[in-house]
């Protein structure tokens, strides 16, 4: 069936929306169409949602592979299944992700987007949401974005005890395919922002970590079983609310290989404290761990 015929229903005025009409295993199995209207829709929708699929492993991992490079957790385990371009997370094995993020931003070249299929989930409880992180950006004050666009921050895997996995990356980024700017910090994996002190970054950062939840940025999906979504994860964060009991098992393939460029180059230097050692400066000791790691490399 051509994607002419797809119905395409709007969930929220801020992003998402829920497609019907059509077969994600066709769609896997080589139909360029097909992919070219796919990404269209999450160019436009940033999240997309196919419920009602039959898609098995097998399908799931060609899709992904239809978009780029696909890659497992590199620091997470599957409880189940074990697949090694696949990422399983269940709620018996604490595998909610209960915090505001982007996936994989600790990395150089972090995530382009993610395929999910819910495998099992709740009858009610447990939805997720997504924010808009173009329409975070655009609603900042003209002051601010003109601040946040000179900042970067560094992103760290602390949520899985490897803070020796770290990146920098813009605080204001460029979508690849849009052009639009985007904020692209996370409560989950930014720890600070580099060309400030601590201080001054604690007070920023938490500012716009918390800024990007503002309701009017979101959507929030009601999963049924064997529901596929697709996010955009170079203009997206999402989080899942830990609101129910039982059994929840999420599949997740990954595609990577984001390279993340900045709206506009930072004019400053990265701030590290000088003088004695206090509370603030464990930030500056991992940004130096950092700078120092990265002066390595170039001289290898």
Known sequence: MGHENWQVRRLAGSLGAEITGLDLNEIAAGDEAGIDAVTALLLE????????????????????????????HPNLKNPFTQHSEVFELAATHGGVADEWHTDITFEDQPSIMSIL????????????????????????SPPMQALCNGLSALHDAHPHNREDQMAIHPVVRVHPETGQQALYVNEHFTRRLVEMNATESKAVLEYLINWVKNPRFTVR????????????????????LNDFEGERIIQRVTVM????????????????????????????????????????????
């Open 45 to 72: 929708h940033q999240v997309i949602f196919f419920p009602g699929q039959n898609v098995d492993i097998d399908s799931h991992v060609a899709l992904g592979k239809r978009f780029g490079k696909v890659e497992n």
């Open 117 to 140: 299929h819910m495998v099992t989930c709740p009858e009610f409880g447990g939805d997720t949401m997504w924010t808009n992180l173009y329409q975070a950006y655009q609603e900042l």
């Open 221 to 240: 999906y009601h999963w049924t079983p064997g529901t596929i979504a697709i996010w955009d994860n170079r203009c997206t964060q999402h989080f899942v």
């Open 257 to 300: 290989g984001d390279v993340v460029e900045a709206a506009q180059p930072s004019p400053w230097q990265p701030w590290v404290r000088p003088g004695r050692l206090s509370a603030t400066t464990r930030l500056d000791r991992q940004l130096n761990r950092y700078m120092r790691n990265k002066a390595a490399e170039a001289a290898e």
